[in-house]
């Protein structure tokens, strides 16, 4: 693909209920990001995964949050008991491995509009 | 700890003036990158410094890197309309194998009257 497709596009729940957000990186990005931002702020880092390694999961806000990457490849970011303080834009973004140079850009995806009523 | 401070958070500057956001960071930066985003997008890959006390630039855009690789800025010349977004810094550290992840900034918002 060209670039990180996010999918839903939107999503409206109702409290309580429990969302899955998938994200398809980039063909051979080995890093992978979730953000979350809401109207008018910064980017809260969730989660990172990074080729094999045990994922950096220390910006999950609950237990209510967690994140898988099946080979390597799609992500899936799961809300359960969802509550209202949880709408927000939820970003993903991939990278190519990081190199000694220094990195690689994030390249990101439209994101995911969460709405929770 | 591993954190990176980026100020202002807001600037609106009329069109035409200049523009500057700053970074800062306690400890060494491997290397910093900037982003910018735009009203109801995401944030979308400037540029990337990694030697100490670099300058780039981009047409308008003036990004350099501290000599001691713990601060980083953005300088807009002559500010445009289209300038108008929210511009992220973003740093990382460690080196080879310890390289980490990205740490972003709050950002600074930009509005520019016309």
């Known amino acids: 693909g060209a670039g990180v497709s996010q999918s839903p596009s939107n999503k409206v729940t109702e409290k309580g209920k429990d969302v899955e957000l998938r994200c398809d990186p980039i063909?051979?990005?080995?890093?992978l990001y979730w953000y979350r931002q809401s109207l008018g702020q910064g980017l809260e880092f969730l989660i990172y995964?990074?080729?094999?390694?045990?994922?950096?999961k220390s910006g999950l806000p609950s237990d209510r949050f967690s994140a898988e990457r099946t080979g390597g490849s799609v992500s899936t970011l799961t809300i359960q008991r969802t509550q209202q303080e949880d709408s927000a834009v939820y970003l993903c973004?991939?990278?190519?491995?990081?190199?000694?140079?220094?990195?690689?850009?994030?390249?990101f995806g439209n994101g995911t509009r969460l709405t929770v009523t | 700890g591993q954190q990176v401070m980026q100020i202002p958070q807001y600037q609106h500057v009329q069109e035409g003036e200049d523009f500057t956001t700053y970074c800062n960071s306690s400890?060494?930066?491997?290397?910093i990158q900037w982003y910018k985003q735009r009203p109801g997008g995401h944030p979308v890959f400037l540029i990337q410094?990694?030697?100490?006390?670099e300058v780039k630039k981009q047409k308008r855009l003036t990004f350099q890197f501290g000599e001691a690789k713990k601060n980083s800025s953005l300088h807009i010349t002559a500010t445009q309309t289209t300038d108008v977004g929210t511009y992220f810094c973003?740093?990382?550290?460690?080196?080879?194998?310890?390289?980490?992840?990205?740490?972003f900034g709050r950002g600074t918002q930009l509005t520019v009257w016309p």
């Open positions: 995964f990074q080729g094999n390694s045990a994922p950096d």
């Open positions: 973004a991939s990278s190519r491995t990081t190199s000694r140079t220094g990195g690689s850009p994030l390249h």
């Open positions: 973003a740093g990382r550290y460690g080196r080879g194998s310890t390289l980490g992840r990205l740490y």
């Open positions: 400890t060494t930066l491997s290397n």
């Open positions: 063909s051979g990005h080995t890093a």
């Open positions: 410094l990694v030697k100490s006390g």
